[in-house]
């Protein structure tokens, strides 16, 4: 497994434990939340949502030049998965001080070369 895909894989669960035991920060954007406003979406549905449609088989980025401002101990990770009749753009920061919860809205453009698949079971 490469090294990229097995972050990953921590990641996801990571996120799920965090959702678990309610420690993730939503910091959306203002894309997200126009979104979530023209769906009549509260955050913590678009969170539980979002944690329960990462699994395999869907897309994933490690951190990108446009994440250059990201302290070194933050990675950000970013998922373009079907959700609400979409291929959503979903976008956490993991950070020291915990998980952040920072983007959901349908993607702008289809998964290119810089996105991988997710490999392995959920």
């Known amino acids: 497994m490469k090294s990229d895909d097995f972050q990953v894989e921590l990641a996801?669960?990571?996120?799920?434990?965090?959702?678990?035991?309610?420690?993730?920060?939503?910091?959306?954007?203002?894309?997200?939340?126009?979104?979530?406003?023209?769906?009549g979406l509260s955050s913590q549905k678009v969170?539980?949502?979002?944690?329960?449609?990462?699994?395999?088989?869907?897309?994933?980025?490690?951190?990108?030049?446009?994440?250059?401002?990201?302290?070194?101990?933050?990675?950000?990770?970013?998922?373009?998965?079907?959700?609400?009749?979409h291929q959503m753009y979903i976008k956490f920061f993991m950070t020291p001080t915990g998980t952040e919860f920072r983007s959901l809205h349908p993607a702008e453009r289809f998964p290119d070369f810089t996105f991988h698949q997710i490999k392995g079971g959920h």
């Open 47 to 85: 969170l539980a949502d979002a944690v329960s449609t990462l699994v395999s088989g869907y897309y994933y980025r490690r951190p990108s030049k446009q994440h250059g401002h990201v302290d070194n101990d933050s990675s950000v990770f970013e998922f373009i998965m079907p959700l609400y009749q």
């Open 12 to 39: 996801i669960l990571k996120i799920r434990q965090d959702f678990l035991e309610k420690q993730i920060m939503i910091l959306l954007n203002r894309k997200s939340k126009q979104f979530m406003l023209l769906h």
